[in-house]
């Protein structure tokens, strides 16, 4: 897969492409030091996925990221960073971020960028402990007015959490298809267009 790296850390860049590219999955098409690099360069190279970090000099990540999104909606793009703050996390999937990983847990960052490809939105651990707290508070919004059952909805908590479609099943003891029918059932009841835009809007109707 052909990855753009953006970081304000010259060693933190080189140290990613070195390791990815090590590899032989991953090609890594530039890198960059700020969000108006990351929108430069996606512009010049329209990589698979953007490898960015959040906090930058001038614009940071998450401008980017809503920046990029705007341009085109399709572009996936992986945010790296050091900080696990609530509002971080919360930001990411509102603007459409694919995933969220710190960069101390170095070891996922490939089979995130591969999970990513294929179309997944993935967390890193420490995240994906802090989500049901983030989401105690969760939505009042009337699900049913829109004929979601009870089972779409935890379908729809579980895809907020992270989960792929293979983990759903497993934890709701349903085959991959029933999830995939159930999903597909969802974004037409929500009028949504994929996983991503479910996730971050469940986070918009909590309370």
Known sequence: MNIIIIDDDFLVCTALKTI???????KVLATGENGEDAIRLY??????????DIQMQGMDGLTATQSI????????ILLLTTFSDDEYIIQALKCGAKGY?????YESILPALEAVESGQTVFGNEIVSKIPDLLQNASQFDYASRDISQKELEIIQLIAQGYNNKEIASELFLSEGTVRNYLSGI?????LRDRTQLAVFYYQHKT
């Open 187 to 191: 974004l037409d009841k929500l009028n």
């Open 43 to 52: 512009r010049k190279y329209r990589p698979d996925i953007v490898l960015t």
């Open 69 to 76: 999104l705007a341009e085109e909606p399709d572009a996936k």
């Open 101 to 105: 990983l710190l960069k101390q847990d």
């Open 20 to 26: 990815l590219e090590t590899s032989q999955k991953v």
